[in-house]
């Protein structure tokens, strides 16, 4: 049940390691975190093309979309109200995370887990209960909280449980999770469209109640990381007990030590002091990726197609069944081009694939902005054959995001920063990433309505920004323990001009 491994240490000792079951089901229960979120933005972006669901929320986009036929097609669901619902969650986290980044840092990793479950519990419950869209929009505030925190904390969790040598598949894992959130969301929302008396839009969304009650109940269970251990306990005996349990040795003593090492300067730092040292000249490059990278996840337009993938279906003229359908499909292409970026992220590295999956998400966008600019007018739809190549189109790009940006985005920031501030590294990453999805999830409907199909090509200009970043200034991180992270931008072209051989006296801004 487990592979052998050596690790080596900081100061060049080798201590064995292997993957064990342990950590495999610890790690399986924790990116139930991901699993929640995924669920939110499939079902989100599901019960938004639900007629019974806009007949009774929304009541003016049902009428434009069924009877007012001067209106654009590309303007047929443009409602701020309509954003709001999608986007409400985002603000919340955002400010959540900061919260996060407190609870995690000062009690651990366990019990912002926890906490992010029991707030998405507490948000599925009033989801499903609505009566009107206030309700709606409370509830969605709570499941931002509840994502905010699981954000936070899975994926350090998951970077300071795993092996160095497979961080980026173990990490992944939290990306997958998403996938199969969002699939399974897709799966449920294709099925109660088809419920009688239109009530199918409740079951999609107290659905969500399953994942987030496993992640509440089983993160009672979960053991603690090492790395939290010793930051907020200085106990050194449980970190090394959890260690060898994780580990599946008894010699590990070599990176005990290392642990040791980077926890010594992060004692005395409190949660304020860490977010003001990470802005200190040493740690400019993590503060710069923790965030570019988040932005650059965001303005890839993958939530578009997360959020609105049934409402771009039917402004290209499928219906609603088929439209849901069609979200299924990229769906599944998401989780699958996932699951082989963890086959391979440790083998090929992070630059890479960040690289190719840039490129491959360029060229879908620009095919289908060209397809949508040449045959789909303000009225009228596409044909069935430009529709269905759409289809296919939207399904290469997810799958490039799905191997780059979408696990990429979340392994990079929760690997590269050191201990002392890690947890306020990740609340930044977190934070950002919530900023940009609200501002995508708030504005796109208004932006596809102005932009027309030539909001493909706004997005596709930013996949060459970002993908010309990383080719120039992310220096590659696959294999490198954690506690060793800061040479890869002492070696850096760039990077280290900026940082040089840094002491501790060495902290100006």
């Given at each position: 049940m487990a592979v052998g491994l050596a690790i080596t240490s900081q100061n060049g000792e080798k201590s064995n390691g292997r993957v064990t079951l342990y950590v495999v089901l610890s790690c399986m229960m924790a990116a139930m975190g991901g699993v929640i979120f995924g669920y939110d933005i499939g079902i989100t972006g599901g019960v938004t093309s639900m007629e019974p669901f806009l007949k009774k929320f929304f009541h003016r986009i049902y009428l434009r979309m069924k009877s007012d036929v001067k209106v654009s097609n590309y303007c047929k669901f443009n409602s701020q109200l309509l954003t709001s619902f999608t986007?409400?969650?985002y603000v919340a986290g955002f400010f959540t995370s900061f919260l996060a980044s407190y609870v995690t840092r000062v009690f651990g990793r366990k019990p912002s887990i926890v906490a992010g479950g029991a707030a998405f519990l507490a948000g599925t419950a009033l989801g499903g209960a609505a009566f009107n869209?206030?309700?709606?929009?409370?509830?969605r505030?709570?499941?931002?909280?509840?994502?905010g925190f699981a954000n936070q904390a899975v994926?350090?969790?998951l970077s300071e449980m795993a092996l160095p040598r497979f961080r980026g598949a173990i990490n992944n894992g939290f990306q997958l999770s998403i996938g199969i959130g969002a699939l399974s969301a897709n799966l449920i929302n294709y099925g109660t469209e088809k419920i009688k008396g239109g009530h199918g839009w409740r079951v999609s969304l107290a659905m969500a109640a399953v994942p987030a009650t496993f992640l509440t109940l089983g993160a009672l269970f979960l053991p603690e990381t090492p790395n939290s251990l010793i930051q907020t306990s200085q106990d050194n005996q449980k970190a090394k007990l959890i260690l060898q349990r994780i580990r599946g040795v008894e010699d590990v003593q070599a990176e005990l030590d290392d642990l040791t090492k980077a926890s010594s300067s992060t004692s005395k730092t409190s949660e304020q002091q860490s977010f003001k040292i990470i802005l200190k000249r040493r740690y400019r490059p993590q503060l710069v990726m923790a965030i570019a990278i988040p932005f650059f996840q965001q303005v890839t337009g993958?939530?578009?197609i997360a959020f609105y993938a049934p409402?771009?279906?039917r402004t290209i003229g499928l219906g609603e069944s088929a439209s849901l359908l069609s979200s299924v499909m990229t769906g599944i292409v998401g989780t699958g081009s996932t699951f082989i970026s963890m086959l391979i992220v440790d083998k090929l590295g992070r630059r890479t694939l960040f690289i190719v999956g840039g490129i491959q998400m360029l060229v879908s966008q620009c095919i289908v902005g060209g397809i949508m600019a040449v045959h789909l007018k303000d009225h009228g739809g596409l044909s069935k054959g430009y529709a269905y190549m759409v289809l296919v189109m939207i399904c290469i790009y997810v799958a490039g995001f799905g191997w780059s940006w979408g696990p990429l985005g979340w392994l990079v920031p929760s690997e590269i920063f050191p201990l002392e501030i890690r947890s306020a590294g990740q609340s930044i990453t977190v934070a950002v990433s919530f900023l940009f999805t609200f501002?995508?999830?708030?504005?796109f409907l208004a932006m596809l309505c102005h932009f027309k199909s030539g909001i493909f090509f706004f997005f596709g200009g930013w996949v060459v920004v970002m993908t010309a970043f990383v080719y120039y200034f992310l220096p590659e991180t696959k294999n490198v323990p954690l506690e060793q992270m800061e040479k890869v931008w002492r070696e850096h072209w760039f990077w280290k001009g900026i940082v040089g051989k840094t002491s501790d006296s060495y902290d100006a801004l």
């Open positions: 986007s409400s969650l869209v206030y309700m709606l929009i409370v509830g505030l709570l499941l931002g909280v509840g994502v994926p350090l969790y993958i939530n578009v409402l771009l279906f501002v995508i999830a708030q504005t």
